[in-house]
């Protein structure tokens, strides 16, 4: 023992934790120290421990884990680093302190020449970005053009002759003009109180052919008039610029061609 202490910083270490019934095993084991460093710090030996700023750390992990205060045993122990090293020997092996200082050397000269070759590799990949990028900046005209074309494609498709109204058009007993002197507009709305097949031709061709269920309403628009196929002309209402139509048929006629508006409402 050293004169002037009562215990060195390892004997106490070791004394509280036998007081507390605590193995080197489970200490090494939560603190991750390796069991020979553990058995250096509880026999003080000074040579076989490692720097100072690791040894304090050792010591603070050892006594939180078994509940004493870290300060107190780490001045302890830095107390006795400083009486050794008033002596003629050193008490930190040159050969260790070497180690250490190899290692942290060797590691710096690593990072260091890594993070030069990922900024000769960033200098290189620069010029090749910014090649992309200009290369990229066509694409704002191409996707121009793209519109453009779809929307020549839509305006290109043929204008439906028969279209329904949002609003029923207000009832007249004349038909309404273009305005510019050709036939007049007709407006055709079919109500189907039953089932019945329906065709519907203009002047410029067929705008519908199809089975209408009962209870639907139709409504049409067309410049002339139309020419109107029934299967079950008794089952179906019709009424022609606000004004109805006394009769399509019987329930249960085939209707032909029918046209619409009829002759006389014509005249």
């Not at 020419?227 to 209707?255: E, F, I, M, P, Y």
Request: proline content about 7%; aromatic content about 4%; hydrophobic content about 40%.
């Amino acid at each position: 023992m050293i004169p002037g202490a009562d215990l060195r910083f390892g004997e106490e270490l070791r004394r509280e934790r036998l007081a507390r019934e605590i193995s080197l095993e489970e200490i090494s084991a939560a603190t991750k120290i390796s069991m020979r460093l553990l058995t250096a710090l509880e026999a003080s030996d000074l040579k076989r421990l490692p720097a100072p700023a690791f040894t304090r750390g050792f010591i603070r992990s050892y006594a939180q884990h078994i509940g004493i205060d870290p300060e107190e045993k780490i001045c302890a122990y830095l107390a006795e680093l400083n009486r050794n090293s008033n002596g003629s020997a050193p008490v930190i092996v040159p050969g260790r302190r070497r180690f250490w200082r190899g290692r942290g050397t060797t590691a710096g000269m690593i990072v260091g020449g890594v993070t030069a070759l990922l900024l000769v590799l960033g200098l290189i990949a620069k010029p090749q970005r910014h090649g992309a990028v200009r290369l990229d900046v066509p694409v704002p005209a191409r996707a121009s053009r793209a519109v453009a074309l779809k929307n020549v494609t839509i305006s290109s498709e043929p204008t439906p002759a028969v279209r329904q109204p949002e609003v029923a058009p207000a009832a007249s007993s004349a038909p309404t003009s273009d305005g510019a002197g050709g036939e007049a507009v007709v407006s055709l709305v079919l109500e189907f109180d039953q089932d019945s097949w329906t065709k519907l031709d203009t002047a410029e061709g067929t705008v519908f052919s199809g089975l209408i269920r009962r209870g639907e309403v139709k409504r049409f628009e067309s410049r002339g008039g139309f020419r109107l196929t029934l299967g079950n002309a008794g089952g179906v209402r019709a009424t022609v610029n606000g004004q109805a139509v006394q009769s399509l048929g019987r329930a249960g006629q085939v209707v032909r061609d029918l046209p619409i508006p009829p002759p006389a409402a014509r005249g």
